[in-house]
């Protein structure tokens, strides 16, 4: 209904976060890592240039998918695993909608693991944030595809026997062309990196290292304790060398095939060795190698990872509509209706 | 042009049922798709039922690999693809097995004998030669060596052999062409169309086609022909269509009269499929058809469509139907219209892909979690399906629900003439959209005579709010959890599908408004018992007939009707599933059933015949 409305950026009230804070109580549990998110996000909205009318937010089912309730905004608290199937339905339909799709790692990496994936290779231009915890929440404690292979949780009380997903691996295995990590403990990199993805073409999905206080206490916490953080997060700026470290000597080399930590004044390395991050490589092959370091080998990679732009399935559909609808000699339902082989009696 | 010089009687007929039966690689669909044009240019009224095996290309020459086109044409009324073929054209021993049982004692049977041979008859299971046993005693056989001939028409065009088999097809196609008097003009300019970029292979059909011809005006074996007469049809401008494309258009009329844009989401499942593949041809009309990656994202998709104000439909099977269950409860929830479409056939699982029942109507009336009536409506004709589909989406907007429209196999693969309608003829659809910046909007406040929600599509200022799959507040829609608002809530999504009674016809009756025996039928099984039925009055027996498109909620006259005959005969291609639903709802009535599950459609002639039996029962 919209498709031909186009909307004057320079006559839109300037927003605050008042304009997307909603009425409805929210419940999660104190100290849970999704009120950093919530706040972030009311910071991000006001940001982006675009009537509060066209948000749309939407969600599966989990701790993470009772966003919609709390942003006041048009929103659809889905069912199960299906919110990507749901936003892109929302998206294609209407592509002058900012359409956003809050998930964790249950509803997007296991029963929605089709739908995720398929919304990634489509490159809809949705802003996805998939909130990891590494474990089922809303049902109290079992362990999720990310969980690490060995955990203790109330379906694994022997230890778990899966190898769990890498959210990044399986995005960009996916074709995904945008991907992001942050911590849940640093709000300003988290609103920043937002903005960003949602100003990206396409799909984008940010990976929230979210801590559930209740069920998998500091499952994070080698990545966001104070202690630890600045030698296990490695701050990823496109055309910047990988330089991390709690005195910001140590790098990021790759040595034959594989990436390896240096310090900078070892061995003779010089900030010159190390990799300078290209997020914009439509070349995976780094890309990949980033999301998978893991602490305590490597540090954790944040930023953004991966952002290539291509076109969104959305704009090819609505061209091909346009090319259709100049070159069919049909106009109406009355022509396709004497279209072809027709008769009198 | 018609050949004046022709030595043969011709005879007139009223109506003749012709099968093309051959391997499923012999291209019998095109050929029977082709003689259906013919029958449409000469002004007869039809219908068609493809009939082909759920494999691309089993064994050949094999049973199993049998795939079939029935036409039913006829210068009176067609409401059936016909029982028994009076003309079966077999392109091997194996489509002569398969086909027989289908044939009448004395059908003209046409042969290509260059098949019947020692392979053939093992591949199909023949002790020996069919043609020589005597088994065709009282047939009139034409055989005719079709593979040798049609090579030999197109001999100057130095085609190998594998290109120049693929047009025997058309030898067939002539040889029956000439046996209805029908010219070869219109199928040359499809030739013509079809092979554009092709001229030698325009030029082997169109020699090939012309051969056939020739072959039967010459054969002794052929010694009268035949003339079937145009139709008497109302006046109009008329065309042929199967049920999937008229569900398509159906649904492209809809958006248009409503002034929404089409979405539909769906993955590819047979026999809905064409569905899918049709809409996505029609972007000039500014449909967007999205193929998802399964049958849940099929329908989440739509739902999400919904939600910003489109018409949402998702199209399948019973299989994809069973999948979208979750889903459909979801639209329920959020009282937000989508229309589902369920292109039934033969399960349960997999079941028979390319065969028709009606077995999905439990599953459409009660396949949901929870309490979650929606709106069930089926299709009665090929043609029919167009005005279900525009009144399923008329009523899942009006009313703020989901609809089930079920259509099956045979409606979708079958065809028929259609009269076309005018859109300024089509009623109107108003969705009921919320006004911006109206300050008394609330999610789920109501409307009085439907009880429908408005819709508040995104975009529109003033009216943000969030809708889901929880228990929502009566009026507010905020989450609820509380216990008498779960009981409201429940008695109003159930009301709110039983006024719909009030927006639909009323049950109309064929034969007399009372009597001994009333047969009762839905969905696609309108015209067999229409034959039925007619015939028997036609004969002089007093019987009545109450065929129901609206399934839930039934018309509101459904009762009166039933209360006014002693015995009611509740016909339909599953188990009992419609008669036990009546059962449950007016049980005071005495029903019998008679049930086909065989994935065939239900014959004129068996019908008779149980109607006879009940009939005399009831003198008795």
């Known amino acids: ?345 | 042009m018609m050949d004046n010089t022709k030595k043969n009687p011709i005879v007139e007929l009223d109506n003749v049922v012709l099968r093309f039966a051959g391997d499923s690689g012999d291209g019998m669909q095109l050929t029977g798709a082709l003689f259906s044009d013919s029958a449409a240019f000469a002004g007869n009224d039809f219908a068609t039922f493809p009939d082909y095996p759920a494999e691309i290309r089993a064994p050949q020459g094999t049973v199993a690999g049998v795939s079939g086109f029935q036409i039913h044409f006829g210068h009176t009324n067609i409401h059936t693809s016909g029982d028994l073929a009076d003309v079966l054209v077999a392109m091997n021993p194996a489509s002569l097995k398969a086909t027989l049982k289908w044939t009448k004692p004395s059908a003209t049977i046409i042969v290509d004998t260059d098949t019947f041979i020692d392979k053939g008859f093992e591949k199909a299971g023949y002790a020996g030669n069919p043609l020589e046993d005597n088994s065709l005693d009282g047939y009139n056989v034409i055989k005719a060596p079709i593979s040798m001939l049609t090579k030999k028409a197109v001999e100057e065009l130095d085609l190998d052999n594998k290109v120049a088999l693929k047009s025997k097809n058309m030898f067939a196609l002539g040889i029956v062409l000439y046996l209805f008097n029908r010219e070869l003009e219109k199928t040359n300019e499809y030739f013509e169309r079809k092979f554009k970029k092709n001229p030698v292979i325009v030029e082997a059909n169109k020699r090939v086609l012309r051969a056939g011809f020739n072959f039967a005006e010459n054969i002794e074996a052929i010694s009268q022909t035949y003339n079937v007469q145009p139709a008497i049809l109302e006046k109009g401008t008329y065309r042929n269509i199967t049920g999937n494309v008229a569900t398509a258009w159906g649904f492209l009329a809809a958006a248009e009269k409503s002034g929404l844009q089409l979405f539909l989401g769906s993955y590819p499942i047979t026999p809905a499929t064409e569905i899918l593949q049709e809409l996505t041809k029609h972007k000039e009309l500014g449909a967007k058809a999205f193929q998802a990656e399964d049958e849940i994202a099929g329908i989440c998709s739509s739902i999400g469509a919904s939600y910003t104000g489109s018409l949402a439909l998702t199209t399948t099977s019973g299989p994809g139907l069973s999948l979208k269950s979750e889903a459909i409860g979801l639209a329920v929830m959020t009282e937000l219209p989508i229309v589902i479409v369920d292109v039934q056939r033969g399960g349960p699982s997999t079941g028979l892909p390319t065969k028709s029942e009606q077995s999905d109507l439990y599953q459409a009336l009660f396949g949901r979690n929870g309490e979650a009536p929606v709106i069930v409506i089926a299709a009665i004709t090929s043609e029919d399906c167009f005005y279900s589909a525009f009144e399923a989406s008329k009523l899942a907007v009006e009313h703020m629900t989901p609809v089930i429209l079920l259509t099956d196999g045979a409606l979708a693969n079958g065809s028929e003439v259609f009269r076309i309608p005018k859109m300024a003829q089509m009623p109107i659809i108003t969705p009921p959209i919320a006004k911006a910046n109206d300050p008394l909007y609330k999610p789920y406040l109501r409307n009085e005579d439907k009880l429908s929600r408005q819709w508040a599509v995104p975009g529109t200022e003033g009216l943000r709010h969030r809708i889901g799959g929880l228990e929502k507040e009566n009026g507010s829609g905020n989450v609820s959890h509380d216990p008498m608002n779960h009981q409201i809530m429940t008695q109003i999504r159930e009301e709110k599908v039983k006024r719909v009674a009030n927006f639909i016809p009323e049950q109309k009756v064929i034969g007399a408004e009372e009597g001994d025996v009333l047969v009762v039928s839905w969905g696609g099984t309108y015209g067999v018992m229409l034959t039925a039925v007619e015939k028997l009055l036609a004969d002089g027996h007093t019987i009545s007939m109450a065929h129901f498109k609206y399934i839930n909620p039934l018309p509101k006259n459904t009762e009166e009707i039933l209360k006014k005959f002693k015995k009611i005969l509740v016909c339909e291609l599953n188990n009992g599933q419609f008669v036990n639903y009546l059962r449950m709802k007016f049980p005071a009535y005495n029903y019998q059933q008679y049930n086909k599950v065989q994935g065939l459609p239900f014959m004129v002639s068996e019908l008779e015949e149980k109607f006879i039996s009940i009939l005399n029962d009831q003198k008795s």
């Open chain 1, 1 to 345: 209904m919209t498709e031909d409305q186009h909307i004057d950026i320079q006559n839109i009230p300037q927003l605050t976060r008042e304009d997307f804070v909603s009425d409805q109580m929210v419940k999660w549990c104190p100290g849970c890592g999704d009120h950093a998110i919530l706040k972030s996000m009311e910071k991000v909205f006001p940001q982006m240039g675009v009537r509060k009318e066209d948000f749309v937010v939407v969600s599966g089912i989990g701790c993470s998918s009772r966003f919609p309730y709390y942003m006041n905004t048009y929103g659809i608290h889905g069912i199960h695993g299906r919110a990507a199937a749901i936003a892109s339905g929302v998206k294609i339909a209407n592509p002058n909608l900012s359409v956003w799709m809050i998930t964790g790692d249950g509803d997007s990496m296991a029963i929605g693991g089709n739908h995720f994936i398929h919304v990634v290779r489509r490159n809809i231009d949705i802003s996805i944030l998939l909130f990891n915890n590494k474990i089922y929440g809303l049902t109290k404690g079992q362990y999720s595809p990310t969980t690490p292979k060995g955990s203790i949780t109330k379906t694994s009380p022997q230890g778990s026997f899966e190898e769990p997903f890498n959210p990044g691996e399986l995005i960009i295995g996916a074709q995904g062309k945008f991907f992001a990590r942050v911590v849940d403990t640093n709000p300003k990199m988290m609103t920043d990196i937002l903005v960003e993805s949602a100003k990206h073409k396409g799909t984008s999905v940010v990976e929230i290292l979210q801590n559930c206080v209740i069920f998998n206490n500091k499952v994070h916490n080698l990545v966001t304790a104070k202690e630890t953080k600045d030698d296990n997060q490695l701050i990823l700026e496109a055309g910047k060398p990988m330089i991390y470290g709690a005195e910001n000597n140590k790098g990021i080399v790759l040595k034959g095939t594989r990436l390896e930590t240096v310090v900078i004044g070892e061995n003779g390395i010089t900030e010159a060795d190390l990799l300078v991050h290209d997020p914009a490589n439509p070349d995976p092959g780094i890309h990949v190698m980033l999301s998978k370091m893991q602490v305590p080998e490597f540090p954790m990679a944040l930023g953004i990872i991966r952002a290539v732009k291509t076109d969104t399935y959305e704009d090819l559909m609505t061209k091909s509509i346009s090319f259709a609808k100049q070159n069919s000699p049909i106009k109406c339902v009355d022509d396709l209706l004497m279209s072809g082989s027709t008769w009198e009696i």
